[in-house]
């Protein structure tokens, strides 16, 4: 089967090579498009052919190398058994060396077959392998390489000023309700008109004005994927802005360390801490602004050392990593104490994912404490689950720094259960009743928990809690009782999906979601 597969490929190429050598197209394009059941096969052993698109698009790889000229390969999966594979030639000179080496790499096939290597897409939505399939069909993720091509592409961006066009002013004229995804809020101490809001692409902006006017204040930075904004509460013209979407989802966006501003926002500079990584959360002294904490998820498309929690003890000028839990698990949540900054609690998740590994749960879903500023920290238990599990979400009331709350997401990306703690950690009680009047819904994180993971408690009720989830879910009695604190997703009047939760000094809800801010 893969010889008639490589000879109705080569069929198409040499047909196509005719008109490419002629001198017709200076730009060559082919595209190759067969459905699985001309081949006389079904969608579901369509797999046995992703052997063979990955040996084309190595081979295109190394004469790329070699050749020195652009080569761009592109590959696509469709669980209905569709293959499309584009080949881009720019110079039409070089169009049959590659031939000649997709030749001889047929040759190769014919002495030993490659084994089959379709398990690895099982498990994946059809989208999700479509995507990931196309970007590394070698399952190997160069993170340098994705560095380099963000800055080509925002080069790329900025070009555009010269087009014919592009000087002028614009106006909106819609879709309206669309203002993407939002992952955190910072809202000045002492002026709620003052607020911050970071987007998972769409970098920082800030308004002056309680929210009537936005402005774009990061835009000249490489990555604008944003995970947290705090300010310094010694300062809070200081702000600090840490990069990567904690979200991490199929078509995930890392980032580059941590920005800090000492003018409210005008100028930025990275303080570290070199390399890429996602920053989930930052901490910062109260008293002394050159402690800060950050905590990490790493590169999520590979097992590394990078992921944990970091302080640095001068401003940025060094850090060092004072948690590591797993190579596969970085710290997700982050909690200071706000009567004592050396205690902390940091939740570790496990997380990977590349296109042959989407793991959202781990033996390494544990809460840690420290009650040294990070020295040393220890895993809490005391009720909380000890098997593997998913994202855990932590708070903290504001009327005693010992009351805890902690949201995990089980293995089945739903929510598992609320715990609280009175006792610092020490002791947990789940509080989630299914025989309760008002239960949680079963599907209150829509069955894909790790998108969310993040708990919020009322700052004047330590009882009034929030699950964020598809929709935002709420108990005025510490877990027992639950209601729908929006209104339904599918309405729209709230948007779907809530990402971070916080209140004014007025009292005031701001919530963040897929599809904008709300107040």
């Not at 390969?73 to 169009?95: D, P, S, T």
């Not at 379709?118 to 390489?145: C, H, V």
């Amino acid at each position: 089967m893969g010889r008639i597969f490589l000879s109705i490929a080569f069929s198409h190429l040499l047909a196509a090579s005719q008109q490419f050598v002629s001198g017709k197209n200076e730009k060559f394009k082919f595209t190759f498009i067969h459905d699985a059941n001309c081949l006389g096969t079904s969608p579901n052993q369509f797999g046995q052919y992703i052997p063979y698109l990955k040996m084309v698009w190595t081979c295109a790889d190394i004469y790329r190398q070699y050749s020195h000229h652009e080569v761009a390969a592109e590959l696509n999966l469709f669980n209905v058994g569709i293959a499309q594979y584009r080949l881009v030639m720019i110079k039409r000179n070089h169009f049959l060396p590659l031939l000649l080496c997709l030749a001889l790499c047929s040759c190769q096939q014919e002495k030993a077959e490659l084994p089959v290597q379709n398990a690895a897409f099982e498990n994946m939505k059809p989208a999700d392998e479509a995507f990931l399939a196309k970007g590394w069909p070698d399952g190997q993720i160069s993170y340098t390489k994705h560095a380099r091509a963000v800055v080509e592409a925002q080069q790329a961006a900025r070009l555009r000023g010269d087009w014919p066009g592009f000087e002028l002013d614009w106006d909106t004229r819609g879709p309206a309700n669309i203002g993407a995804r939002i992952n955190t809020i910072a809202i000045h101490p002492s002026n709620d008109d003052i607020m911050f809001v970071g987007f998972s692409r769409g970098g920082v902006w800030r308004t002056l004005d309680g929210g009537e006017n936005w402005t774009s204040i990061f835009d000249e930075q490489t990555f604008l994927c944003i995970g947290d904004i705090t300010f310094d509460p010694s300062n809070p013209n200081t702000i600090y802005v840490g990069t990567g979407d904690p979200n991490i989802s199929g078509n995930f966006i890392v980032g580059d360390g941590i920005y800090r501003s000492t003018d409210g926002g005008d100028s930025w500079e990275n303080i570290g801490w070199g390399g890429l990584n996602i920053i989930s959360q930052i901490r910062v002294h109260p008293t002394n602004s050159n402690i800060i904490y950050a905590a990490a998820m790493g590169v999520p498309f590979e097992r590394d050392d990078a992921r944990g929690l970091y302080r640095t003890t001068d401003g940025g000028e060094n850090w060092e990593q004072i948690l590591f839990v797993a190579d596969q698990a970085g710290v997700i949540d982050l909690l200071m104490d706000h009567t004592n900054p050396d205690i902390l609690y940091a939740s570790a998740w496990d997380r990977i994912r590349n296109n042959e590994e989407s793991t959202v749960n781990g033996p390494n879903a544990k809460v840690f404490k420290s009650i040294n500023g990070g020295d040393s920290w220890s895993a809490l238990s005391g009720g909380l689950p000890t098997d593997e599990q998913g994202r855990i979400g932590l708070a903290m009331t504001q009327q005693d720094p010992l009351h805890l709350y902690a949201c995990y997401t089980g293995n089945n990306n739903q929510l598992l259960d609320v715990f609280e703690s009175f006792d610092g950690g020490q002791t947990w009680e789940g509080k989630l009743d299914t025989a309760s009047v008002n239960p949680i819904s079963d599907s209150a994180l829509g069955g894909f928990g790790w998108y969310f993971g993040k708990i919020r408690v009322h700052p004047d009720n330590p009882n009034d809690i929030y699950v964020l989830g598809v929709d935002l879910g709420r108990s005025r009695d510490a877990g027992q009782n639950w209601e729908r604190s929006t209104p339904p997703w599918f309405e729209y009047s709230v948007h779907a999906d809530k990402h971070d939760l916080t209140w004014n000094a007025a009292g005031a809800a701001i919530l963040a979601t897929d599809g904008g801010l709300y107040q």
